[in-house]
């Protein structure tokens, strides 16, 4: 794979790992209760939650139906994420691109960096003083 340039790499990996919004309807009909539908879009907070109600309302649904107290939110919380499901799956990825992205840029060299500066400060884009503030933000000199 090394001679494959590094957005062919991006984008391989990009394709190997993204969300389907398709398995996570599936996930969350059959195991939707159990919050699996959360934990492959990456939401593992909430679909603890969602784990922990229903394990808590389960046990304590004998008890004077006490469990309902956790049963009947869980159940309208499910209802709610069939709407919210594509747009977690699309941020998901967006959150995978954005981490690919920054991971295959090329890094500028504060010396390239520099002469950029330099150019649209000779160019008049930016000013004098811009170019001296980021000359020192570069050199690490505040």
Do not use: C
């Not at 599936?26 to 492959?40: E, K, M």
């Not at 499910?78 to 954005?98: E, H, K, S, W, Y």
């Amino acid at each position: 794979m090394s001679n494959l340039s590094h957005d062919t790499q991006a984008m391989m990996a990009f394709q190997n790992n993204k969300k389907s919004t398709g398995l996570a309807y599936v996930l969350w009909f059959f195991l939707g209760s159990l919050g699996a539908h959360r934990f492959y879009l990456g939401r593992t907070g909430s679909a603890v939650g969602m784990l922990v109600l229903f394990i808590v309302g389960w046990m304590t649904v004998w008890a004077l139906g006490l469990g309902l107290l956790f049963l009947i939110p869980l159940g309208v919380w499910l209802l709610v994420d069939i709407f919210l499901i594509p747009g977690m799956a699309t941020q998901q990825n967006n959150q995978f691109i954005n981490q690919l992205s920054a991971n295959s840029a090329p890094k500028m060299s504060a010396a390239d960096e520099l002469a950029r500066y330099a150019a649209l400060r000779d160019s008049g884009a930016i000013s004098s003083d811009e170019y001296e503030s980021q000359k020192r933000r570069i050199m690490g000199v505040l």
